[in-house]
């Protein structure tokens, strides 16, 4: 009876800690995202540190390169989510008449009606432009926190090198146990983060320079599009490249949308297939599984911007779990196979 009362107030706490995350999501963000910023940003602070750049002019040049990407960033969503919104309506409606000769001229050549309006319930083109505009104003919404999300990567870098002796002070835990861990949040979640960051950043330009070239509107928004969803993995790339394809059907036809297509096959292929990969390494130590299902999760708790985090969130989530003996079990289930066997062996 005492376990069973036990498990319940277990379950019951988490009930409440996710849902309250939920509730207090607009304040949690910004945090969540300085806090990965600043994992980002902490190599090259500590690296200037080493080279004997005073910490806060090392941390000042930091925030100032991040004032002038949020900057960039806020332009664009600003200037583009605007009249994108504004021409969103006739788009929609260049879209339902497109889908609407389609079906007509499938419906020639089936006699099932009611198979061909199943399909045009399920179908539905203009989702993935509102998608556009729900990603383009969480991101909007995030950037009007702008001066606190600063404020905390400036606090973060500067504690960055005295945190773990002030750690080790409060917790009584050894140098080794700390370092264990720095290097896990250093080598493995900052690692993740700064090569996703990069490989993001590569994948937005090429797919900005292929609208452009190819003559779909709004090539900035399209280019910012895939550097935010590149960090969803799986799917993101997917969900950016539909709506691009989408406009350069009903603005310059199909032969337009095709190539706007496989370009972004391609550079999915360079950037997600062959480049990341090979400098990732180890991988990111979470089962595809589990990566899959967290996405939605993060999602519902903290909207699109959890999508986009989900993977560190989930990454540090397992850490968590791992210091503990008793709750090491869900790190081994949230684990790659890599770390099942691990497990395995240690017990033999």
């Excluded at 452009?212 to 997917?238: C, E, K, M, Q, R």
């Excluded at 310059?252 to 090979?278: K, S, Y």
């Excluded at 519902?300 to 959890?306: E, K, V």
Aim: charged share 15%; glycine share 8%; with cysteine.
């Amino acid at each position: 009876m005492g376990k069973n009362s036990n498990a319940i107030v277990i379950a019951a706490a988490i009930i409440i800690v996710i849902y309250g995350m939920q509730a207090a999501k607009v304040l949690l963000v910004p945090f969540l995202l300085a806090g990965f910023i600043g994992l980002i940003t902490v190599r090259p602070m500590l690296w200037m540190q080493r080279h004997r750049v005073p910490a806060m002019v090392a941390a000042l040049i930091i925030v100032l390169v991040i004032m002038l990407v949020l900057t960039l960033i806020g332009a664009i969503v600003g200037t583009s989510l605007a009249e994108f919104t504004s021409a969103l309506p006739s788009y929609q409606a260049r879209l339902d008449d497109l889908e609407r000769n389609v079906f007509e001229y499938l419906s020639t050549f089936l006699d099932d009606d009611s198979a061909i309006e199943g399909f045009r319930d399920v179908v539905d083109p203009g989702w993935a432009m509102s998608v556009v505009a729900t990603t383009l104003n969480a991101v909007r919404e995030v950037l009007t926190n702008v001066l606190l999300i600063l404020l905390t990567i400036v606090f973060i870098l500067l504690e960055a090198s005295g945190l773990p002796t002030k750690l080790r002070a409060v917790l009584g835990r050894s140098r080794e146990s700390l370092e264990i861990e720095r290097d896990f949040l250093m080598d493995n979640l900052g690692r993740y983060l700064g090569i996703k960051t990069l490989i993001s950043m590569m994948t937005g330009l090429c797919a900005g320079v292929l609208t452009w070239a190819i003559g779909v509107d709004f090539p900035l928004l399209w280019a910012l599009l895939a550097f935010l969803l590149n960090y969803i993995p799986t799917i993101g790339s997917i969900i950016a490249a539909v709506p691009a394809v989408l406009l350069a059907v009903v603005q310059l036809g199909f032969g337009p949308a095709l190539g706007t297509a496989i370009g972004f096959v391609a550079i999915n292929i360079v950037f997600g297939n062959f480049l990341e990969p090979r400098m990732m390494g180890r991988g990111v130590g979470i089962s595809p599984l589990i990566v899959f299902m967290g996405i939605f999760f993060w999602g519902w708790i903290f909207g699109p911007i959890g999508m986009l985090l989900s993977v560190p969130m989930t990454m540090s989530l397992k850490m968590a779990f791992e210091r503990d003996e008793q709750t090491r079990w869900i790190a081994i289930l949230l684990g790659s196979e890599r770390d099942a066997e691990f497990a395995l062996e240690k017990q033999e």
